[in-house]
C-alpha cells in the first residue's frame, strides 16, 4: 500500500493505493491523524483500495472521531465495490461521510 | 436372633411369663408401697390426735390443779396472817381492859433486860421526842401491866418477831424477840404508819412490807387502836401492834409448785411483788429503804394480771411470760389485800404428750424400718421368682420349641437339599399335619420338576442349535455390509452406517461402494418382513444392486433391471424399498433414485435439513417392467444426507407414540456437531432413538447413513507462524488457490477478509507465549472455497462473540470488536471445533454469481 499526500483548495487529499489489511492500516492512521493536525478538511480518496480490512477500518473510525472532536472533517472518496460492501456490512456508511465514485 | 421358629417360641414363652411376673410384682410392690404410705399418714394422723386431746385434757386438768394449788397457799398464809390478827387482836383488848380499870392494877416498871438473857424477848420503853416521862410516870406504871401479855404473845409460835403498843399520850412499849434497846426518848409511836393507818381505819390494820430495823429482813406489822369510853365518849388510847418476818410466808410461797414444775408469787395491794422464788422480790434504795418491783411494769401480759390480781378476783389464764407458754392460776388472801399467783410453764405441763409423741414417732420409724425391710426381701424374693421363672421358661420351652419344630427343621433340610440342585432328595417328614402335608406336597412337585427339566433339555439342546445357527447368520450379514470407518484416505466426504436388527437378522441393508475414483454409490433398502426370509431376500436385492450399478451408472437402467430379477420367480411376493444414489466427488453432482422408499434429508449450503425431492418410484420386486425417474441435486461442501429406513421414523415409545419424520428433521437440525465426520451425525441419532424408545424392545431394523460432503475441489495446505507478518504469505496462498480452481475474484475478496481477520486474531491473541503456528488447509473448486484454519493456542470460539451494534453513531463506537463479525457475515458458513486440543474454525464461500 502507497500513500500520496496534496493540498488543494479543500484541504489535505490522500490518495491511497494498494491492500489497506492489518499489516498496512497503521500507515494509513498515521497519515489521517497528521494530516487532522494541519488542516480541518482530509479527504482519503480510496480509487484504488481493493482491498480493506477490520483494521482499516479502525483507521477510518479512528480518524473520524479525532475529526469530529476538532470540528474537522474526513471524508472518503470514490470506495471500490468490496470496499463499500465492507463499508455497508458493518454500518460505516452511516457513520464516516463517504462520497462514492460520479 | 429370630431367624428360626424355635427361637421365636422360646422368645415368646419366656417374654410371656417374665410380663406375667412383673405385672404381679408390680402389683405386689405396689401394695406394700400403699400400705408404707398408708402407716406412716396414719401413725401421723395418730399422734396429732392424740397431741391435741392430750393439751386439751392437760390444759383442764392443770386449770384444776393451779387453783386447788393456790388456794391452799393462799389459804395457809392467810391462816399465818389470821393468826398475827388475833394476836394483835388480844393485845389491843388487853391494853384497852388495862386503861379501862386502872385501879385493878399495881403500878409496875418496865422489866428491862438482864445480863445473861440477851436472847429472850426483852420489854422496853421508848418516849417520844417532848415528852417527859416523869410527868405521865403514873400512866406509864398503869401502861407497863401490858408487858406480860405482849411477852406471852411474842413467844408464841406463830413466828411473830416482837408485840408492842404505842399510846396517845406519847411512849411506846415493846417486847421483841430478839432485839433489846435501850430506853429511847426520841420515837414517837403516833406518827408510825401502823399507829395513824390503825387510828384512821378505827379497825385491823394491815401495813405496808418493810424491811425489820433489825436486819431480819422482809417484814409485815398488824395493828388495831384501844380506846376507854366514859360517859358514852370514845377516847383512842393506843394502838397495839405485831411485827413478823415474812420468813414462814415465804417458805410456803416457795414451796409452791405442780408437780415440783413452776413458782409462787405474791402481789400487795398495789400489785408490787413481795415475794416470790422467781422474780426479784425487792431492793433497797440509797437510804437503805425498800423498793418493790410493780408486776405489772413487767409486760402487757404481766399488767392484764395484776390489774386481775389487785382486783381481788380468782381466775386462770393460759398466757405467755417471760417468751414462755405458761398456765397462771391465782386467788387473793382472805386477810388483806394480797393476792398469790402461781405460774406453771406450758412445756413442763405439755411434757407427757412430747414425750407420747416421740414415742409414737419412734414407733412409727421402727414400724416403716420394718416395712422397709420386707419390702426389700419381697422385692428379693420376686427376683429371685423371675430368675427361676425365667429358667423354667427356657428350659420348657427349648423342649417345646424343639419338639414343635423339629419336622420344620427337616422340611427345612430337604427343601434346601432341593434347591442346591438335589432333585433325588425326599423329605421324611411322618407328622399327619400341615407340615406333613406340605412335605408331600414338596415330594411331588421335586418329582414332576425333574420330569420338567429332563423334557427341557432336550428342548433347550434343540434352541440352542438354531440359535448357533442364528448366531452364524447374524454374523454373515454384518460382514456382508461394508465395514466402517469407510474409505479413511478420502478428503471429498465422509460416510457412515448402521444396521441394526430387530431380530438377529434383518431386511435392511445399506451399501456403498467407489463405482470409479470420483463416483460413489450410496444404497439403503428396506425389505419387507423380517427375520430370515427378509435376510435371504436382502442378500439377493444387495448383490443385485451392487453389480448393477458397477456395471450401469444410469441408475434408472440399474432399477429397471434389478426390479425384473427381483420380480422373477418371486412366489413369496417379497419386495423391497430402495434409495441409491451416485455422487460426483469432483462436482459434487448426486444423481439418486427412489423405488418406494422414505425420502432422505438434506442440509446444503449450511441451511436447515429438509427432505430431498424425489421421484418415488415403485418397490423393487413387486412388478415387472417399471420404469425409475432418477433426479440430481448438487452437493456443496458441507452438505450432509440423512438417509434412513422406516425402522427410525416408526420407532414406538412405551406409550405407544411413533418417532415421526418430523421428528427426525428436528432432532437432525438440533444437533451441532463437535466433532467432525459422519460418525457424529450417526451415533446422534442413534442416540436420540434409544432415548426416545426408552429401551423398549425394538420392533423393526433400523438403518441410518450419513453422507457428509467435504467438497472435490485440490486441497492446498499451508503452515505459517502466528503473526500478523505472514498475512501477505496467507493472502498470497488463498488467491493461488481460488485462481487454480477459477473462483471468481469478488467472491475471493470477501473470504480473504474473512481469513484474514481470523488469522489476526489468532496471531495476536491464540499464542500469549509466542512462536505457536496456524495450520490453513484449502480446499477450492469454481463453485465453493472452503478454508480451514488450525491453531494449538488458548480454546477459543471467536464465532460465540456477540455482534457488534452496527447501528451506533460514531461517538458511541468503540474501536474494534468488527473483524470477527466481518468473517461471519462475509461467508456463507463458518463453523468452530475444538478437537484434540486444536481450535478449528472452517469457513465456506460459495460461488453465487446470481447474488
Known amino acids: 500500500m502507497t500513500i500520496t499526500e496534496h493540498i488543494d483548495e479543500s484541504g489535505v487529499v490522500l490518495v491511497v493505493e494498494g491492500r489497506v489489511d492489518t499489516n498496512t492500516s497503521p500507515q494509513l492512521q498515521n497519515f489521517i491523524l497528521a494530516a487532522l493536525q494541519t488542516t480541518g478538511h482530509v479527504t482519503v480518496d480510496f480509487a484504488k483500495v481493493p482491498y480493506l480490512s477490520s483494521a482499516g477500518l479502525r483507521a477510518l473510525l479512528l480518524g473520524h472521531k479525532q475529526a469530529v472532536s476538532k470540528g474537522a472533517v474526513l471524508e472518503l472518496v470514490n470506495p471500490t465495490e468490496f470496499v463499500t460492501s465492507v463499508l455497508n456490512s458493518v454500518g460505516f456508511d452511516k457513520v464516516l461521510r463517504i462520497r462514492p465514485k460520479p | ?851
Request: charge should be negative.
Open chain 2, 1 to 851: 436372633m429370630f431367624t428360626t421358629i424355635k427361637n421365636r417360641v422360646l422368645f415368646t414363652l419366656i417374654s410371656l411369663s417374665l410380663g406375667v411376673l412383673l405385672l404381679m410384682s408390680a402389683v405386689c410392690l405396689y401394695g406394700v408401697f400403699n400400705m408404707r404410705a398408708w402407716i406412716d399418714k396414719g401413725v401421723a394422723d395418730l399422734s396429732r390426735e392424740v397431741e391435741s386431746q392430750s393439751t386439751e385434757k392437760l390444759g383442764r386438768t392443770i386449770e384444776h390443779d393451779l387453783g386447788e394449788v393456790v388456794e391452799d397457799k393462799a389459804a395457809l398464809i392467810s391462816e399465818k396472817l389470821a393468826a398475827i390478827e388475833r394476836q394483835t387482836l388480844h393485845a389491843a383488848s388487853a391494853a384497852e381492859y388495862i386503861f379501862a380499870h386502872p385501879d385493878e392494877f399495881q403500878p409496875r416498871a418496865i422489866d428491862y433486860l438482864q445480863p445473861g438473857q440477851e436472847n429472850t424477848p426483852t420489854p422496853h420503853i421508848r418516849t417520844a421526842p417532848g415528852v417527859d416521862p416523869a410527868a405521865i410516870q403514873a400512866e406509864i406504871r398503869l401502861a407497863a401491866n401490858i408487858q406480860d401479855v405482849l411477852r406471852g404473845i411474842t413467844v408464841s409460835d406463830i413466828g411473830l418477831s416482837a408485840s408492842y403498843i404505842g399510846v396517845e399520850s406519847g411512849y411506846f412499849i415493846s417486847v421483841d424477840k430478839n432485839a433489846a434497846g435501850p430506853e429511847n426518848k426520841n420515837y414517837d409511836p403516833t406518827t408510825r404508819p401502823w399507829y395513824v393507818g390503825a387510828r384512821e381505819k378505827q379497825g385491823i390494820y394491815w401495813a405496808d412490807v418493810f424491811l425489820d430495823s433489825s436486819g431480819r429482813g422482809l417484814s409485815l406489822s398488824c395493828s388495831m387502836p384501844f380506846y376507854t369510853e366514859e360517859n358514852g365518849v370514845k377516847t383512842l388510847r393506843g394502838v397495839a401492834g405485831s411485827g413478823a418476818v415474812l420468813d414462814d410466808i415465804r417458805a410456803i410461797i416457795d414451796g409452791a409448785d405442780i408437780g415440783g414444775a413452776g413458782y409462787a408469787f405474791l402481789l400487795n395491794h398495789k400489785g408490787e411483788i413481795i415475794m416470790s422464788p422467781k422474780l426479784a422480790p425487792y431492793a433497797t434504795d440509797e437510804q437503805g429503804r425498800l423498793v418493790l418491783e410493780k408486776y405489772a411494769n413487767r409486760g402487757p401480759a404481766e399488767q392484764a394480771l395484776a390489774a386481775e390480781m389487785t382486783s381481788g378476783q380468782t381466775g386462770f389464764v393460759s398466757t405467755r411470760l417471760d417468751g414462755e407458754d405458761v398456765y397462771v392460776g391465782y386467788t387473793p388472801l382472805v386477810i388483806n389485800d394480797w393476792s398469790v399467783g402461781l405460774v406453771v410453764a406450758r412445756s413442763d405441763v405439755l411434757a407427757p404428750v412430747d414425750e407420747m409423741r416421740v414415742q409414737l414417732s419412734s414407733l412409727r420409724d421402727a414400724t416403716i424400718l420394718a416395712l422397709n425391710e420386707n419390702i426389700t426381701l419381697t422385692a428379693l424374693l420376686l427376683l429371685v421368682a423371675i430368675v427361676l421363672a425365667v429358667l423354667a421358661a427356657v428350659m420348657l420351652s427349648l423342649r417345646f420349641a424343639g419338639r414343635l419344630t423339629a419336622p420344620v427343621v427337616s422340611l427345612n433340610r430337604g427343601v434346601r437339599e432341593v434347591s442346591e440342585g438335589n432333585l433325588d432328595a425326599v423329605i421324611n417328614v411322618e407328622s399327619q399335619d400341615e407340615i406333613g402335608q406340605l412335605a408331600q406336597a414338596f415330594n411331588d412337585m421335586t418329582r414332576r420338576l425333574k420330569e420338567y427339566i429332563q423334557n427341557l433339555s432336550v428342548a433347550m439342546a434343540e434352541k440352542e442349535r438354531i440359535a448357533a445357527e442364528l448366531n452364524i447368520a447374524t454374523k454373515i450379514q454384518s460382514s456382508m455390509l461394508p465395514g466402517m470407518p469407510p474409505f479413511p484416505d478420502r478428503h471429498d466426504f465422509d460416510l457412515y452406517a448402521v444396521m441394526r436388527p430387530a431380530r438377529e437378522v434383518g431386511g435392511d441393508f445399506y451399501d456403498f461402494f467407489l463405482v470409479d475414483e470420483k463416483r460413489l454409490g450410496v444404497v439403503v433398502a428396506d425389505v419387507s418382513g423380517k427375520s430370515m426370509p427378509a435376510a435371504l431376500f436382502m442378500v439377493v436385492a444387495k448383490t443385485l444392486l451392487r453389480n448393477q450399478m458397477q456395471l450401469e451408472h444410469d441408475l434408472e437402467k440399474v432399477f429397471f433391471t434389478v426390479n425384473n430379477q427381483l420380480a422373477d420367480r418371486n412366489d413369496e411376493a417379497m419386495f423391497v424399498t430402495a434409495f441409491a444414489g451416485l455422487l460426483e466427488t469432483d462436482t459434487g453432482v448426486f444423481t439418486y433414485v427412489n423405488a418406494g422408499h422414505a425420502p432422505p434429508a438434506l442440509r446444503r449450503g449450511g441451511q436447515s435439513f429438509s427432505w430431498l425431492e424425489t421421484e418415488p418410484g415403485f418397490v423393487l420386486g413387486g412388478m415387472e417392467n417399471i420404469s425409475y425417474t432418477a433426479r440430481q441435486a448438487r452437493l456443496l461442501p458441507g452438505d450432509v444426507i440423512f438417509i434412513y429406513t422406516d425402522g427410525v421414523s416408526e420407532a414406538n415409545n412405551p406409550a405407544g407414540d411413533l418417532f415421526t419424520e418430523q421428528k427426525i428433521l428436528d432432532d437432525l437440525n438440533a444437533f451441532v456437531p463437535t466433532g467432525a465426520g459422519a460418525a457424529a451425525w450417526v451415533e446422534k441419532m442413534r442416540e436420540n432413538v434409544a432415548d426416545f424408545t426408552g429401551g423398549l424392545e425394538q420392533t423393526d431394523d433400523i438403518t441410518m447413513l450419513v453422507l457428509l460432503y467435504t467438497g472435490g475441489g485440490a486441497v492446498k495446505t499451508l503452515t505459517v507462524a502466528a503473526s500478523t507478518g505472514c498475512l501477505n504469505e496467507v493472502a498470497a496462498f488463498l488467491a493461488t488457490c481460488m485462481d487454480e480452481a477459477g473462483f471468481p475474484a469478488a467472491e475471493g475478496a470477501n473470504l480473504q477478509l474473512a481469513v484474514e481477520e481470523v488469522f489476526v486474531n489468532i496471531a495476536r491473541y491464540a499464542y500469549p507465549q509466542g512462536g505457536g503456528s496456524v495450520e490453513l488447509t484449502c480446499s477450492c473448486t469454481a463453485e465453493c472455497t472452503i478454508v480451514r484454519l488450525e491453531d494449538e493456542g488458548i480454546p477459543y470460539n471467536p464465532l460465540a462473540r456477540p455482534d457488534p451494534d452496527i447501528e451506533l453513531p460514531a461517538e458511541k463506537r468503540g474501536i474494534g470488536g468488527l473483524g470477527v463479525y466481518l468473517a461471519r457475515t462475509l461467508t456463507d458458513y463458518a463453523q468452530y471445533n475444538e478437537i484434540n486440543g486444536k481450535n478449528i474454525l472452517t469457513l465456506v464461500k460459495i460461488n453465487s454469481p446470481a447474488g
